[in-house]
């Protein structure tokens, strides 16, 4: 049944990102919409669902920086962590926490990482290439060691610590009473959807704005931009910490759901996280509007596909790894060379797409 | 900093270097981050375990084959996929080569478990005593092939007709190819001269630490650590590289600060130190542009 949503969602999501007539859009974004809205009556469980939104809006995250800016950074999975472990610190009720609603710990949750990505940022984004993407990678496995050795926080003038972040105990989150549970999975996967939704409005509205052109033409051209006048240090530290402000977002959710955090290479922190967010962007096309949310239908619809053939074993990650290697070798652009490159989907294109960049 | 940290830094700086040397020439030559570098080096440790295992192949013996083994599936991972993409931007050289990292890890825990594998041959503890430093004979002898296999490697690069096309295709792949050489088969033959030294870089440290399929990850971070601390383009500069990451990964390993261990925040404090490299000196310590 949810493999048969996200088919369904990703069809209308390709007419949607696609170049038909405005009306025959409208009409798909309107369904697209009514099916996202309805789809838990159609599932047992919204929180798999849930799961795609969040994976998706972690990726718009990316997109604003990886995408529209151009600069690869192979480190989201550091900023899922920290929007992760900001929700678990406001919302838990152990010692060196807060006790907040979840609610209004969320907004923090993103408000979080973002400073904390303007900080790195200031620091990384003065490298390029190769060299940011292997120094955000570091970010990533830097951020989690570190999170996993601290323990509490304060200062010695208070008599309780600032924050606790239990080191590799993690933080636990209040269990939920079993009659909340059904009702509380229903607010997670709306809450994961409106994430997803906002997150692709913002990306619209970027693709727009003065700041998203900015950036486009700091991805084209950094010399050139700058010598038009954009202040690229400012614009591409902003669109670092607008990007780990989502992803900051995502993971707070995330944790909500898991009703725990830990530190542990499976888990908040996991660095595939890092990759998922580049891979979905990849699928559904960087730096558009369209393809984090496309990305996102697309790996999943995959996913459980895999899992309904091959259970959920070690094959998986082999037919995964396969994926992305026939994918990157067939369809390097992602499906947007399908909807807004306007040409249709035929053997010659991927053939075409296999041999451009032959040495 | 006593002596026996001095001692373990160089012995590991003189692995990492070898684990840095495949990576920085790929890096330098063909302009790719290659994070299929890990599994590359687990195929060396586990052609070494498993010779070790069923034959009873002194690991040291087992070297050659690995390294002809590598060699052979490096030409052709480079000679029949990437080369198909070798003009296309960053992201898609980092992701191809990032899906073969997934393949081949995942394929390796699917036929070989995740069990942890040691090689133990019957010398595996035996050590010289230098006054009161330890130093284990089959690391001493790691060392030994690491340092012998890096200066090879130059030399290649440096005398032979080939090495000298393989440079001049890092500098230059367009005139190169004015020049008469077929920059496609360089690109391959580069791609498995660096998967032969991750070969046998994945044979010594099969002998160093007990592994699983999971184990070899990290050693993309620590190539990478290695080519930034030494400079991309140069043999020596993998050695000196791997050598400093050796020493400060030791000192950090053993150092307390009331009480705490300094070793539970290791990859986090080495990678802020290479930062700090990376953005005072953005091509690294010794860094130039190409492969020299």
């Given amino acids: 049944m949810n493999l048969a949503i996200l088919v369904g969602g990703l069809i209308l999501s390709l007419v949607v990102a696609g170049r038909s007539a405005v009306t025959v859009r409208r009409g798909a974004l309107v369904a697209l919409l009514g099916l996202a809205l309805g789809a838990p009556l159609l599932t047992p469980n919204p929180l798999t669902l849930a799961a795609v939104a969040i994976a998706g809006a972690a990726a718009v995250g990316w997109n604003i920086i990886g995408g529209f800016t151009g600069y690869a950074a192979f480190g989201q999975a550091a900023f899922f962590g920290l929007g992760g472990y900001t929700m678990a610190v406001l919302v838990a009720r152990s010692t060196g926490s807060y006790g907040l609603p979840a609610g209004l710990a969320l907004p923090l949750a993103g408000l979080v990482p973002a400073l904390i990505a303007a900080l790195i940022g200031l620091v990384v984004l003065r490298l390029r290439g190769h060299y940011f993407a292997i120094a955000t990678l570091g970010v990533g496995i830097a951020v989690r060691e570190l999170v996993n050795n601290v323990d509490c926080v304060g200062l010695p003038s208070l008599s309780r610590p600032l924050f606790c972040l239990g080191a590799a105990g993690g933080i636990i989150l209040p269990p939920l009473r079993r009659s909340e549970v059904a009702a509380t999975n229903l607010t997670f996967y709306f809450a994961a959807l409106g994430l997803l939704a906002g997150g692709t409005l913002a990306l619209a509205l970027l693709h727009r704005s003065k700041f998203g052109y900015g950036l486009r033409a700091i991805r084209a051209n950094e010399e050139a931009a700058a010598v038009m006048g954009i202040q690229t240090t400012r614009f591409k530290v902003l669109a670092f910490a607008a990007g780990a402000a989502l992803t900051g977002l995502a993971g707070g959710l995330q944790v909500l759901i898991n009703g725990s955090v830990l530190p542990d290479q499976s888990s908040i922190f996991d660095p595939y996280r890092s990759l998922e967010v580049i891979l979905i962007c990849l699928i559904g096309g960087v730096g558009t509007v369209w393809g984090p949310l496309i990305g996102a239908l697309v790996l999943y619809a995959v996913q459980e596909a895999l899992t309904g053939l091959l259970g959920s074993g070690d094959w998986r990650p082999v037919f995964f790894g396969a994926f992305v290697i026939l994918l990157i070798l067939f369809l390097p652009r992602g499906l947007q060379q399908f909807t807004t490159g306007g040409g249709r989907p035929t053997w010659r294109i991927l053939w075409r797409n296999l041999t451009a960049n032959r040495v | ?292």
Avoid at chain 2, 154 to 170: E, K, L, P, S
Avoid at chain 2, 217 to 246: D, E, H, M, Q
């Fill in chain 2, 1 to 292: 900093m006593s002596l026996q940290v001095v001692v373990n830094g160089l012995l590991l700086g003189g692995m990492l270097g070898l684990v840095g040397l495949g990576f920085s020439l790929v890096w330098g030559i063909l302009n790719i981050v290659n994070l299929a570098h890990s599994a590359l080096i687990m195929g060396g440790a586990y052609l070494t375990f498993y010779l070790f295992d069923r034959l009873q192949l002194d690991p040291f013996l087992s070297l050659p084959i690995s390294m002809a083994v590598l060699f052979a599936a490096g030409y052709a991972l480079q000679a029949g996929v990437i080369n198909w993409v070798m003009r296309a931007p960053l992201l898609v050289t980092f992701v191809l080569t990032f899906g073969f990292e997934t393949l081949f890890t995942s394929l390796a825990r699917v036929l070989f478990t995740g069990d942890g594998r040691a090689v133990t041959p019957a010398y595996n503890a035996a050590a010289l005593l230098v006054g009161d430093t330890v130093i284990n004979v089959m690391k001493l002898g790691a060392f030994g092939v690491a340092l012998a296999l890096t200066a090879g490697l130059g030399a290649f690069m440096r005398y032979t007709r080939t090495g000298n096309a393989i440079r001049a295709v890092g500098m230059d792949a367009d005139a190169a190819r004015l020049m008469g050489i077929d920059v496609a088969r360089i690109y391959a033959l580069t791609y498995a001269l660096s998967a032969m030294v991750a070969g046998a870089a994945g044979s010594l440290l099969a002998m160093w630490y007990s592994f699983t399929p999971d184990s070899f990850g990290i050693y993309n971070i620590r190539a990478f650590a290695v080519v930034v601390l030494g400079g991309l383009g140069s043999v020596p500069g993998a050695l000196l590289g791997g050598v400093v990451f050796g020493l400060l990964d030791q000192t950090i390993a053993s150092a307390t600060i009331g009480g705490f261990q300094l070793g539970a925040l290791k990859e986090a404090l080495i990678f802020l130190a290479l930062v700090a490299v990376l953005v005072v000196r953005p091509n690294g310590l010794l860094g130039k542009e190409g492969y020299r």
